[in-house]
């Protein structure tokens, strides 16, 4: 790369020749492309498989997701960070953790926060939690890359010296096994059980407490978000943490009205070796389930059904899925890179949201019992709200199970 001064005439002024920028950071795919940029966060070198996500908003959110964990997010939105980063929109469960995406791909150089929630720069932020990212990159191209190709395996590496082996990171790209049959929600569930009770987040308020709770959900830590959480408690309910271990045993002990069954990383079939026989039990006792992405999938599995890679998966805040339950369509967010195989679900399973971009399955439920699933995030508020009354049908469920009488799923305003 390289510049030169000019005035406003066109003409040189001080010319010192040409100055070469030497690259800081790099992402090297498994094919040996050698993509080249602007390091910034965490120095040093990891291998994930590269993503692309079309959010306009939420990179923050995004970034913290633990079922980004092993991923590299290209962001198709140019500019990143000019909003900074702050304690309140964080959505692992620990922060000391630092689950969630291990590199970051933008377009844009990031720049000086604005806005009245900053509390840090996202580049200092990005350090702070081992993120390693990269500026500069024409992330246009990189999607259609991963379009055409499918999710490729990388190395991203970062280097402020700009001192590469770049045989080595070829070799390394090459090498290393990609998502299918990795467990990862064993490395970002809780390592205990935990009770929450933090409600969503208010404008000028912040978050409020659930200090009078109607009913107690059990929510299966796979890699969730804590908005989840957030809208649970709001409804009314006190919610215990289990991780991703947990038996049915375990879950049964704390006598739930309700089950939740959580996001997270990973291959669902790998997950599932431990947590499908559990999720087999739970359906069993009637006691009204729900589950979102991972969960949705590994429900699935314990019900007969299969999962499967998907070429290029689905990442962003603008999906438009159709609830074929109501005949309604919502736009929704997706973080998945496996999906459900509704062609293999067994009688008494019914498909009841698909994706309008390509008719991938997004729920399911069983007939005749309170267990449902959906594949999107209904508590990542880009429609901002279209998707809420899922946790409303959630509750609803437990209501009937009660003798309770129900409540409408949606807003008069929805």
């Not at 590299?72 to 000019?82: D, E, L, R, Y």
């Not at 999938?297 to 314990?302: D, F, G, R, S, V």
């Amino acid at each position: 790369m390289t510049t030169n001064t000019t005035t406003d005439a066109g003409t040189s002024s001080k010319t010192a020749g040409w100055t070469e920028f030497k690259p800081t950071a790099l992402l090297v795919l498994a094919d040996g492309t050698v993509i080249e940029g602007k390091g910034l966060g965490a120095t040093g070198s990891c291998e994930a498989e590269v993503c692309f996500n079309t959010a306009l908003t939420g990179y923050e959110e995004i970034l913290t997701d633990p079922s980004y964990a092993g991923q590299i997010v290209t962001f198709t939105f140019p500019h990143i960070g000019n909003v900074g980063t702050n304690k309140e929109d964080i959505e692992d469960l620990t922060p000391a953790n630092r689950a969630g995406a291990v590199g970051a791909i933008f377009k844009a150089d990031v720049t000086a926060p604005s806005s009245y929630r900053a509390a840090d720069h996202l580049d200092h932020w990005l350090k702070a939690r081992g993120v390693i990212a990269l500026a500069g990159v024409d992330t246009r191209a990189l999607t259609v890359l991963i379009r055409e190709k499918g999710m490729p395996n990388a190395v991203i590496a970062h280097d402020p010296d700009g001192t590469f082996d770049i045989p080595a990171l070829k070799k390394r790209a090459a090498a290393w096994h990609g998502l299918l049959d990795l467990d990862l929600a064993k490395d970002v569930t809780s390592g205990q059980s935990s009770v929450w009770t933090e409600k969503p987040w208010v404008w000028n308020e912040g978050f409020d407490e659930q200090t009078a709770p109607e009913f107690h959900v059990v929510a299966i830590d796979y890699g969730i978000k804590r908005n989840i959480l957030r809208l649970i408690a709001g409804l009314g309910a006190k919610v215990t943490i289990l991780p991703a271990s947990a038996t049915a045993e375990d879950v049964l002990a704390h006598k739930p009205d309700g089950i939740f069954l959580s996001n997270g990383p990973g291959d669902p079939a790998a997950t599932g070796k431990y947590a499908v026989p559990a999720i087999k039990e739970l359906i069993k006792t009637d006691i009204p389930v729900f589950g979102i992405c991972l969960g949705h999938q590994m429900l699935a599995l314990a019900l007969g059904g299969d999962t499967k890679k998907m070429h290029q998966g689905h990442h962003g805040a603008n999906h438009p899925v159709r609830d074929d339950t109501t005949g309604k369509v919502e736009i929704v967010s997706m973080n998945h890179g496996f999906a459900v195989d509704a062609e293999s679900f067994p009688d008494g399973v019914e498909e009841t949201h698909i994706s309008l971009f390509d008719g991938s399955n997004c729920g399911l439920r069983v007939v005749g019992r309170p267990v449902f699933s959906v594949q999107h995030h209904p508590e990542a508020s880009p429609g901002p709200q279209d998707s809420h009354y899922l946790f409303r049908r959630f509750f609803n469920l437990i209501r009937e199970s009660k003798g309770m009488e129900t409540l409408p799923e949606r807003d008069h305003a929805a």
